[in-house]
Nanobody, 119 residues
């Protein structure tokens, strides 16, 4: 099971980026998909998620600036990031959690994509 992120890069404060995560076929309707990030010296933290049936949740520090979405036809998860701040600098990871009909969960991670916000 592979999740592959792309779209990171260097952007100035106030700028925008859109991250993409190509997920395995069927994952968008069967998994809870999420974005996490990790800055140097800090623990990985939750950014946003979208459940298989659609509800979205965001960390307080990105509310109103980031939008998580998905394209089932492309099996791709997105994170639109607007009004970026230097403190958004981190490696961003795609995460997928699958729970089977017995309640057992499996968690998968991509390798991450670097986002750097700097002037």
């Amino acid at each position: 099971v592979q999740f592959v992120e792309s779209g990171g890069g260097l952007v100035q404060p106030g700028g925008s980026l859109r991250l993409s995560c190509v997920a395995p076929e069927g994952a968008l309707t069967a998994y809870t998909l999420a974005w996490y990030r990790q800055s140097p010296g800090k623990q990985r933290e939750f950014v946003a998620e979208i459940k298989s049936d659609g509800p979205r949740t965001y960390a307080d520090f990105v509310k109103g600036r980031f939008l998580v979405s998905r394209d089932r036809a492309k099996s791709t998860l997105y994170l639109q990031m607007n009004d970026l701040k230097p403190e958004d600098t981190a490696v961003y990871y795609c995460n997928g959690v699958y729970v089977d009909n017995k309640g057992y969960s499996s968690t998968y991670w991509g390798k991450g994509t670097q986002v750097t916000v700097s002037s």
